[in-house]
């Protein structure tokens, strides 16, 4: 932003006017290196700048988004005390540079105003503003006690404009922000106030504060109460974010190989090359494919070191896991780069891909630690001791998809292995590079290489000779309802030990807009859950039901949001939308939008350019459908349909919605609680967001997975998950068998 200001200062077009102004939040950490940036601007260029000052007004945004985004601190002062010493110090700043700015200082706040009039010494050549509507007593008075001196300072009045639509959101906030508890505002309006708080200097209360960050606000690796937040950081910065895309440009220029490992041992055979999906001529590495008697070979050792893991405890396994999860972060470089080239992954959805594995490792590391370390103690009756205890069950087969090659790897394996289980992992066809750098990085943490075996080749074929075998316990998969339901069958065939199945399947997602919904709200909403990930995730937005009064409206801004979307290379940081993952899938997309064209409206369909045909690119679509029922099946890709829907026709959305039989995620975008409520109560989903986009969960946040057709449960990153994975032992001793009860008898 400072760098567009900076051009738009030096435009000739715009020499010898000073009416462009920046605002300043003293909120921010970096509010004063920022004046002293726009005084020195001011100073090169001849301009003088109008610098407005404000304490700030998304504080609470701010916080959040660091949170979500594991930075390394916050960017903003988490005391109000701070921001207020902030603010006087970028006024002093500003104020020493009236020859080069013009200052604006926007406050309600007495306190602040005068501290103001101080800092000038009594010299104008500045302006205070205030919303309309507010501080008015306050700037009277200021006036008022100016008038003889006839040197105070302009007031400006500022006040939104615009439709109530429009305006209601920014007033609804405004009332809040001055309704909070520290507000000057409302402390002024408690007559039970001491006055002395109110006139406190915030820069004596500042150095009084121990410890000088708000310990009611954590940072946000500490913010989980049981478990370390993933690091991250934001592509938008380019001091952080453009040395990491070097490196992974780095990482890529050596050839990587892939195949089955077996008790740690890499199995030889015939290799073949992988490319990357968004150019074909790209080549990634080799993978050698598991034979049948690899997969054997595996499931004999696995069984045989699986007692022993078990064996272990969960806090044991919990230090293991945790251990991967600083050496995925360690090598995130390399992890994030076969994401992006093996994968297709933006640089955004490949760093998410990596915090999402390391929270599976770290949050079924603590599950392991709460679950599987102690037996449970059961009441019962005096002179008994009863306790529960939980075991793996055995074998797994981890059956991972491409759409998510670390994140839902990482997670199964984590899972079943914090439970005591063995592991046979295959990834997704086209992504087993990802996989293998995985796999030798929990072997590197301390998972012992008898229990954690890869099998890198054909589903049919492993399968083939793995699921008959009664010593698999069971399998995970994340993949097609379809699939699910052979395995399902293949098991259930088998003349022993009923085995386990958790799968986690497609689903016919749809999202809600109502008449109340703020548009620009579900444009950004419904276009990153529609197109994020090029819509190649088991969440994405398929379906957007719109009430027909706002649908023109609601589209016009939906469809001018996409047409802003960038398609192309997902390392360079431009991009919004990669590759879809193979020619299958993209061949597969082609006949539905061709279908849809024929029988439906194309709403709008992005271009390609020529350096698009030389990888996998599929255009993102948007068309209108009279009904979810002409989708016959989940369209795993970047195209959405549109419905209308009357007003008073909420209640069949949601029965044509459970009428697919799907039941994965729900967004709704409303205003009115009760409409959210009314959806959630008729709606059969397992995950519903509302106000906010349907993509994204955060394991042990919004633990994931559907019901009908879109899954078994539980929910993957959930306190239930990891019981899937166990068996259930009881220990019964009477404590008396010896010669009485001692403790019942001393207690008497």
């Known amino acids: 932003l400072l760098d567009l200001f900076e051009a738009l200062i030096a435009a000739d077009d715009l020499a010898g006017w000073n009416g462009l102004g920046v605002v300043v939040q003293a909120y921010q950490k970096r509010a004063l290196p920022t004046l002293t940036w726009l005084i020195d601007l001011a100073r090169r260029t001849g301009h003088r700048i109008p610098i407005r000052l404000v304490k700030g007004a998304y504080w609470d945004t701010e916080v959040k988004r660091a949170q979500e985004a594991g930075l390394a601190d916050y960017p903003v002062f988490t005391r109000k005390v701070a921001t207020d010493t902030s603010y006087i110090a970028c006024a002093r700043t500003m104020l020493a540079a009236r020859d080069t700015i013009f200052p604006q200082f926007a406050t309600h706040n007495a306190h602040t105003l005068s501290a103001v009039e101080v800092l000038s010494g ?53 009332l809040l922000e001055n309704g909070a508890n520290t507000s000057f505002v409302n402390r002024m309006a408690d007559d039970e106030a001491p006055i002395e708080t109110l006139i406190a200097d915030p820069v004596a209360q500042m150095a009084r504060e121990t410890p000088r960050r708000n310990p009611n606000i954590p940072l946000p690796k500490d913010m989980l109460p049981n478990r370390l937040n993933s690091s991250g950081f934001l592509w938008s910065d380019p001091s952080s974010s453009e040395p990491v895309r070097i490196a992974m440009l780095e990482a890529l220029c050596e050839s990587v190989t892939a195949g089955p490992i077996i008790a740690g041992a890499r199995r030889g055979g015939q290799s073949a090359p992988t490319f990357d999906p968004a150019d074909r001529r790209r080549l990634i590495g080799r993978v050698t494919l598991a034979t049948q008697q690899d997969a054997l070979d595996a499931l004999n050792c696995a069984h045989r070191a699986q007692r022993a893991w078990d064996a272990v405890g969960g806090s044991a396994r919990a230090a293991i896991l945790e251990r991967a999860a600083d050496l995925y972060e360690k090598n995130r470089v390399r992890l994030m780069a076969l994401a992006v080239r093996e994968g297709g992954k933006t640089l955004a959805t490949a760093l998410g891909e990596l915090r999402e594995a390391v929270d599976y490792l770290r949050y079924y590391g603590g599950e392991a630690r709460r679950l599987f370390s102690e037996p449970m103690p059961m009441p019962g009756p005096t002179g008994e001791s009863n306790e529960l205890t939980l075991h793996g ?50 072997h590197e943490a301390g998972v012992p290489k008898e ?27 994340t993949g097609s309802t379809e699939a699910a339901m052979v395995i399902n069958r293949a098991l259930a065939a088998r003349n022993g030990p009923i085995a386990t199945v958790l799968a986690e399947t497609g689903g016919q997602n749809a999202m809600i807009v109502d008449s109340t919904a703020l548009p620009e709200q579900v444009a950004r909403d419904a276009v990153t859950s529609a197109f994020d990930s090029a819509g190649q995730r088991c969440s994405a937005l398929r379906v957007l039901f719109v009430q027909e009064d706002v649908a023109d409206k609601m589209l016009d801004m939906i469809l001018g949001a996409m047409d802003q979307l960038t398609v192309g290379d997902p390392m360079e940081p431009t991009t919004d939308i990669g590759p879809v993952i193979d020619e299958a899938s993209r061949e597969t997309l082609e006949l539905h939008a061709a279908r849809m064209t024929r029988e439906a409206k194309l709403l709008r369909k992005l271009p390609l350019r020529p350096e698009h045909e ?80 349907q993509i994204g969960a955060v394991v042990g946040v919004q633990p994931f997975g559907g019901e009908g057709l879109s899954g078994t449960g539980p929910k993957a990153g959930g306190p239930h998950y990891m019981l899937r994975f166990a068996l259930e032992r009881t220990f019964t001793v009477n404590t008396t068998a010896s010669g009485g009860n001692a403790a019942l008898l001393s207690s008497s």
């Open 122 to 174: 009594g010299k104008g050549d500045f302006e205070y503003q205030r919303l309309h509507g507010m501080g008015e007593s306050l700037y009277e008075l200021y006036h008022e006690v100016k008038k003889a001196s006839a040197v105070g300072a302009g007031t400006r009045i500022y006040a939104p404009v615009g439709s109530h639509e429009d305006l209601l959101a920014y007033l609804v906030r405004r």
């Open 393 to 442: 069950k055995g074998v797994f087969a981890c059956i991972s998809p491409w759409n998510f090659p670390l994140a839902i790897f990482t997670g199964q394996v984590a899972g079943a292995l914090a439970a005591g289980n063995a592991v046979l992992a295959k990834p997704a066809g086209p992504t087993p590079l990802i996989a293998a750098a995985a796999v030798n990085l929990l």
């Open 451 to 477: 229990v954690l075996h890869l099998l890198p080749g054909s589903g049919s074929k492993l399968g083939g000779v793995l699921f008959p075998d009664t010593r698999l316990s069971g399998v995970v998969l």
């Open 614 to 693: 030389a990888g996998v690119f599929f255009s993102p679509h948007v068309f209108e459908i009279a009904s979810i029922a002409q989708l016959e099946h989940e369209v795993f890709g970047p195209v959405l349909h549109v419905v209308r829907y009357g007003a008073g026709r909420l209640d069949k959305v949601c029965e044509a919605i459970n009428a697919t039989g799907f039941g994965l995620t729900l967004g709704i975008h409303s205003r009115i609680t009760e409409t959210a409520a009314f959806v959630r109560e008729r709606v059969n989903v397992g995950n519903i967001y509302v106000n906010r986009n």
